[in-house]
């Protein structure tokens, strides 16, 4: 941070005043930035929230139907992780892009971002079955 700090000071004191406004002024490289921080937020409030909220139902729900709160973690997992992620991306990207792009290209960005998200929360799955086991073994 420091850093940062340093290098604008330099830029702003040495001339460098353009360049200091093609950076950090309006439709610069960082003026999204405040909106980016603000969006990541309250994407990652809402998504935990809503996260942790559906992984306790669907335990409930899984334990009154298998009789074990162990069983059906995948279902768990990958459920309430699928559904708060694609909340969070779609908050995330409307929140910072909504009136940069497009709404079809937005839709899109989303979309592609998404498939991402599928992607690597039904790769995790196999992780927390070794980590539980894991566990098991060490207690």
């Not at 309250?42 to 335990?59: F, K, P, Q």
């Not at 059906?72 to 708060?84: C, D, G, K």
């Amino acid at each position: 941070m420091n850093e940062l700090l340093l290098i604008i000071t330099l830029l702003a004191s040495f001339g460098g005043t353009l360049l200091f406004l093609k950076i950090f002024g309006k439709g610069g490289l960082f003026s999204n930035t405040p909106r980016m921080l603000l969006s990541s937020l309250i994407a990652y409030i809402v998504s935990e929230y809503i996260d942790v909220t559906l992984y306790h139902a669907w335990r409930n729900l899984t334990e009154k139907k298998t009789g074990s709160h162990d069983k059906m973690l995948w279902f768990r997992n990958n459920f309430s992780t699928l559904i708060s992620q694609f909340e969070n991306i779609v908050l995330f990207n409307f929140g910072v892009f909504l009136g940069i792009y497009n709404f079809k290209e937005l839709l899109a960005i989303t979309g592609s971002c998404y498939v991402i998200y599928i992607a690597t929360s039904l790769l995790d799955t196999p992780f927390i079955y070794c980590a539980k086991k894991i566990a098991k073994i060490e207690k």
